[in-house]
């Protein structure tokens, strides 16, 4: 018998000179600008970048701990994570396929011929035993990368899994400050339409006392009652807004909706916010947003893909050997003269079948080209996204003032028409038309204080800002 072993250096030796087919992975061109057309103007006052944990910089500790619990509790999370779990999963399985396959078995068996199979043997020499220990081994020479590429396409897969984990992180925290802020900009609607209402109520009182003194009319008593009660019907509509926002924050993380209804009524203000956000240059951002990462890795594992199905065009050799005992009796297992072995070159070439193999290079080609427009399509929204965010978030800082500057003015406008009421200098129609306008204009003021807030908060999370250095699952890939 001819032995392989003076083969196995060599063919180790071609293994690891072989190079793989089909084309290596380059990273496409992202044909950024320079810098975003929406970006404020430079200031003396310096911006604030991008954090880690941009939720503390808002020094609310109500929001800091639901950002904690919604990271560790949310069930979308847990979803990603067992993605995340799988596809790293999948990356070790076809890391294994790098290194011989190596198993083991044993029989016994215990067979006897009938009298017609074994026609004038005695009863005693038809029966058989047997048996035997083996351990076997294969392993496919890797000499067109077909492995290799397959373990390149699983791990970009794998890495691709934990940046859609970290975009998922980005859309909850996201949601959870968003809906946090809306939450405490209705309580502060609420609070000033019951503020309001309580002003009108005492307008009220004042015009019925005229009244039953025999100096007012029925119809001032009328109209002031009017605007009361249309002021008061605001109020459980807002109130039926903020409790679904209660529920929401509830379910993000993790809990039944009514489970953070004690907490979340206790008022507090909205955040104070930064003067300046910094949105980096275009090139910056695209670096950090984990969903532009996770195309691009896509991307790689679908030109790792079109190496795989390429490597079908050329012959694949496996190397497979055996070890083994066998008997027919049990005690001489493991004896010298029951030694078995064999050492085996296998060569598989479907060239026969290129017509199935081409066309499978043709559809991993076609992969490869969607998940390029894919690429550059989630490039140009995340370029949208950001310039969207900072125009919003700048309009919205100017409405801000303007709205804060009209509160003041109609509140006291509010006081100065109620002084001339009762010095008998305006009638009721000026008092009643102040007050309505002071409750607009504080109610318009709060809600834009509101949309200037979770505009901060749009801006941040376009900026990829606290998604990074939140969990680096990139790092654990790499040590799969």
Same mark, same amino acid.
């Given at each position: ?155 970009? &897969? ?55 003194? &025999? ?266």
């Amino acid at each position: 018998m001819v032995s392989l072993k003076p083969l196995v250096p060599a063919l180790a030796a071609a293994l690891l000179a072989a190079c793989a087919v089909g084309p290596d992975f380059v990273r496409p061109t992202s044909q950024a600008p320079d810098t975003f057309t929406r970006a404020e103007a430079p200031s003396a006052v310096a911006a604030t970048p991008a954090d880690d944990e941009f939720w503390r910089r808002f020094n609310d500790p109500m929001l800091t701990s639901l950002v904690e619990e919604a990271l560790a509790a949310n069930h979308d999370l847990r979803v990603a994570l067992s993605r995340y779990d799988h596809a790293n999963a999948l990356l070790r399985g076809a890391r294994f396929d790098q290194v011989p396959t190596i198993t083991a078995q044993g029989t016994a068996s215990d067979t006897r011929l009938s009298a017609d199979q074994a026609a004038g043997i005695s009863r005693a020499d038809r029966d058989n035993k047997s048996y035997s220990v083996n351990a076997q081994a294969a392993w496919e020479l890797d000499f067109f990368g077909r492995v290799r590429r397959n373990v390149e396409a699983e791990r970009a &897969g794998a890495e691709a899994s934990a940046q859609d984990l970290a975009a998922a992180q980005v859309a909850i925290v996201g949601e959870v400050a968003r809906t946090y802020f809306e939450l405490r900009g209705l309580q502060e609607r609420l609070h000033v339409a019951t503020d309001n209402a309580a002003n009108q109520a005492e307008t009220l009182r004042l015009v019925q006392a005229r009244f039953d003194a &025999g100096r007012g009319t029925e119809f001032d008593t009328s109209r002031a009652r009017a605007q009361l009660e249309a002021t008061q019907a605001n109020v459980p509509a807002l109130e039926a807004l903020a409790a679904v926002s209660e529920h929401r924050l509830a379910v993000l993380t993790g809990r039944p909706p009514g489970a953070l209804v004690a907490d979340l009524d206790r008022v507090a203000p909205l955040p104070a916010l930064p003067d300046r956000l910094d949105a980096g240059t275009p090139g910056a951002l695209l670096r950090r947003r984990p969903d532009v990462a996770a195309a691009e890795l896509r991307l790689h594992s679908a030109t790792a893909r079109i190496g795989v199905a390429t490597a079908d065009l050329f012959p694949r050799f496996t190397l497979g050997g055996l070890i083994g005992t066998q008997a027919i009796d049990s005690s001489a297992l493991f004896e010298r003269d029951s030694e078995t072995r064999l050492v085996a070159l296998g060569i598989d070439w479907s060239f026969l079948d290129a017509g199935r193999v081409r066309a499978r290079i043709a559809a991993a080609d076609a992969d490869a080209e969607g998940d390029l427009a894919r690429y550059r399509q989630t490039v140009l929204l995340a370029l949208e996204d950001t310039e969207n965010a900072l125009v919003i978030h700048a309009r919205a800082r100017v409405e801000d003032q303007h709205r804060e500057q009209a509160a003041v003015d109609s509140a006291n406008a509010a006081r100065l028409a109620r002084v001339r009421y009762e010095a008998g200098a305006a009638d009721l129609f000026e008092v009643l038309d102040a007050e309505r306008t002071r409750l607009q204009a504080q109610d318009a003021f709060v809600d834009a204080r509101t949309r200037t807030t979770t505009s901060v908060v749009a801006l941040y999370k376009a900026m990829a800002g606290g998604w990074p250095g939140r969990m680096p699952l990139r790092e654990k890939v790499a040590r799969q």
